[in-house]
């Protein structure tokens, strides 16, 4: 993930309040990301990833969009999305670090287009 130039890069995470997801998040500040975007249903989760982004990168120096999101509804990440390029101008890196325990294997959350 590192570059070999300055230019700043723009990233659009799911699900990165905890684990391996928030080390993710903070490896993008860490690599160079000066924008960046999370979503997590998860608040309080979101506001520690920011702060440990803000850590590794200077206080000030990312900016930061935290969205609460429930990425199983189409209509919030299109929100995330557009949030996102409206703040940005464009995303270089999405990841989607979401997972869901299912009680069987083999279940599924479907998304529905709306």
Same mark, same amino acid.
Do not use: W
């Given at each position: ?27 993008? /500040?860490? *690599? =160079?990301?000066?924008? !960046?975007?999370?979503?997590?249903? #998860?608040?309080?989760?979101? %506001? &520690?990833?920011?702060? +440990?982004?803000?850590?590794? /990168?200077? *206080? =000030?120096?990312?900016? !930061?969009?935290?969205?609460?999101? #429930?990425?199983?509804?189409? %209509? &919030?990440?299109?929100? +995330? ?21 299912? %009680? ?11």
């Amino acid at each position: 993930m590192r570059s070999s130039n300055n230019h700043e890069h723009d990233s659009a995470s799911t699900d990165f309040a905890q684990g391996i997801s928030q080390a993710t998040a903070v490896s993008f /500040a860490r *690599e =160079g990301c000066t924008k !960046i975007v999370l979503a997590d249903r #998860d608040e309080k989760g979101l %506001e &520690q990833t920011q702060r +440990l982004i803000n850590e590794v /990168a200077g *206080e =000030g120096k990312a900016e !930061i969009i935290a969205v609460k999101t #429930d990425v199983t509804s189409a %209509e &919030q990440i299109d929100s +995330l999305v557009q949030s996102a390029v409206k703040q940005f101008g464009r995303i270089d890196y999405a990841i989607n670090g979401a997972g869901e325990h299912m %009680e069987s294997p083999g279940s599924f959350v479907r998304l529905k287009d709306d």
